[in-house]
């Protein structure tokens, strides 16, 4: 049982590449989101799931991507990547969509910077 | 997430008591979370706590809930070299969403 896995963990990119970052959970769960973290910022969710097939946007979504075509995979697409998106990233899981007391399952994030 | 605020730092001795403070605004959040962050990793929960209750104590971990004030707060008693991390302070907003806070970075000194 591997937990919420993120792959890269470091990732150097051009402003105007693309890029998929991935995460995956084994614990079956229902929910999954993204957020990013920046200095001072907390955290913000940029686009979640509550379940496979069904995504919507969180509180930062532009320039971002998502698709949920199982349960255990939900990437994050860069589609053109500029430098206000460096940023680490992270995926959560909860096995409930409600959430409650349903705790958050983080992974260890991507660190992820844009020239 | 800048609806929830919390102080950027506390430094506190070995052995004492920490107290970390946290402010929102959403009334209707039923939920409240602290996480945990050590460096180089994801957030941990900690402990939540419904909007109904005043109070909740898990082991070295008491958390306030003034909800007249909006007001959360999170002591750590005994404080530890290893309880040095951000600690984020967390609310439910709607039926999926958190919306978190900056986070406190807690430095514990010998």
């Known amino acids: 049982n591997a937990g919420v896995t993120q792959t890269p963990k470091f990732q150097v990119l051009k402003t105007g590449q693309s890029m998929t970052l991935q995460c995956a959970q084994d614990m079956n769960h229902e929910y999954m989101s993204w957020y990013r973290q920046d200095p001072g910022m907390g955290l913000r969710l940029i686009h979640y799931?509550?379940?496979?097939?069904?995504?919507d946007q969180g509180e930062v979504p532009n320039g971002y991507n998502v698709s949920r075509s199982t349960t255990e995979d939900f990437p994050l697409r860069l589609l053109s990547a500029a430098p206000s998106q460096t940023s680490v990233y992270f995926c959560?899981?909860?096995?409930?969509?409600?959430?409650?007391?349903?705790?958050?399952?983080f992974g260890d994030g991507t660190r992820l910077s844009i020239l | 997430g800048e609806d929830v605020e919390q102080s950027l730092f506390l430094s506190v001795r070995e052995g004492d008591s920490s107290v970390i403070n946290c402010t929102y605004t959403d009334s209707s959040s039923t939920y409240l979370y602290w996480y945990k962050q050590e460096p180089g990793a994801g957030l941990q929960l900690l402990t939540y706590i419904f909007s109904n209750m005043d109070m909740k104590q898990d082991q070295r971990l008491t958390v306030l809930l003034n909800k007249k004030d909006k007001h959360l707060s999170l002591r750590i008693a005994d404080t530890q070299t290893g309880d040095s991390a951000i600690y984020f302070c967390?609310?439910?907003?709607?039926?999926?969403?958190?919306?978190f806070g900056a986070g406190t970075t807690v430095t514990v000194r010998a």
């Open positions: 959560a899981s909860s096995y409930s969509a409600s959430q409650e007391n349903q705790p958050q399952h």
């Open positions: 967390a609310e439910k907003r709607g039926d999926y969403k958190l919306s």
């Open positions: 799931s509550v379940g496979a097939g069904i995504t």
